[in-house]
């Protein structure tokens, strides 16, 4: 039995019940409170982050570290075996924000939700579009009450901001659900 400071040993990354990778990267991350969305389909982060690491788009770079936040997983090793070698898992301390921190081979940092796996099908759709559209000014746990507040929303839905400073005294982060 693995205990979450040992690593566990390398398992099938693609058996046949796993459906494809439901990931959506924002195209410029630099603009955006959150660099994309992750729908894992389990609470294993040992399976899921080695389904990630495995299908991770390229042009992201290859995961190296893992930050999760605990109350979406069960209890994880430290290291989790993926093809090619190893990537280290921490957490984020008494932190339920909804979030994974992807550190790449370049060291680049990225935001990512964690959607959580028993979101409906429009439900996960939204909450992926959301988190990858260029603007989103939504915090991971933010976004997720939105897209449970409202369950009937389209996830053909786009959404934007104006583009403006909402750092002002008062204000509220943009992102505002437009028309599709």
Known sequence: M?????????TDIDPPSRVPLRLAM???????????????????????????????????????RALYSPPDWEPAPRRI??????????????D?????HLT???RTVLRVLVVPPGFTEGQGAEALLAAA????????????HEVTDNPDADPTDRWAD?????WDEGRV????RTGG
């Open 173 to 176: 982060a943009p992102s505002f």
């Open 2 to 10: 693995s205990t979450s400071n040992e690593s566990i040993a390398p």
């Open 26 to 64: 924002a195209e410029h991350s630099d603009q955006n409170w959150l660099d994309g969305g992750w729908w894992p389909q389990s609470r294993d982060l040992a399976v899921e982050l080695a389904d990630l690491v495995h299908h991770f788009p390229a042009q992201h770079g290859r995961i190296v």
């Open 96 to 100: 339920d924000s909804h979030l994974i």
């Open 104 to 106: 790449t081979s370049d």
């Open 81 to 94: 075996p993926v093809r090619g070698g190893y990537v280290k898992v921490g957490s984020f301390p008494r």
């Open 162 to 166: 104006g583009g403006e400073s909402w």
């Open 133 to 144: 559209t260029a603007g989103n000014a939504h915090s991971a746990a933010d976004l997720l």
